[in-house]
């Protein structure tokens, strides 16, 4: 699993999750939890083979990726 992106901002990560799963990207959300305390991001991850194409479809969108 690769990071995709990493966001303290509450709709990012759902509207990347909804993007790529019409894609057919399988996606992974972490520390969801932990940024309710708005100390930890929130990160999405998505295995590494689809990297390159969850990044050209989030960039696509609009959605700014960190890296």
Known sequence: MKELLRTSDPTVIPFATALLAA??????????????????????MVRDENLFLAKAILRDNGVELNG
């Open 23 to 44: 894609e057919g990207i399988e996606t992974f959300a972490v520390d969801v939890h932990m940024s309710a305390l708005s100390i930890v991001p929130q990160r999405l």
